[in-house]
């Protein structure tokens, strides 16, 4: 049974999407690795709660486990906890307004700007020489600012 942080009141929507994903992880030792279909194990556990921000102040732990699995064959580390959430999901439970002004300002704008301009200078203005797929790429930022540079 995952209890609840007492001093965030997570919504219950997401508990009861944490117990499902914490019977699951104990229940299926092997997965298929989203990047090459080889076998992915079990391989970390982090807090739902943990940022990029690990400063004094940052969020305390709010004991949802969230399992990380690593391939067997690419090496590839990631996680199927988010997998089927919703857009409203994702708005309100990672990328919410607390997580923009607190956490993350660069997030919205600033950093996507800054990885499609470094992007570009890697590939030297070879615009029309690559195909591109933005993979975890947040708000999809980057991708739109690629695109608008004439990146397919
Ligand atoms: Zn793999």
Redesign the pocket.
Known sequence: MIEQSASVDWPAELMMHAQQRLRHEQTVRREA??????D?ELFDVLDFARTCDVQPGAPPASGIPVYYRR??????IGTNFFDGLTRRQWTSWVYNDAYYSSIDPAYREIRPRANAGVVDAMLNDHTSDWRGLDYGGGNGETARYLQAMGYD
Not at 33 to 38: D, E, H, L, S, Y
């Open positions: 690795c989203k990047v090459c279909g080889a992915a391939c067997t064959r690419c090496r590839f």
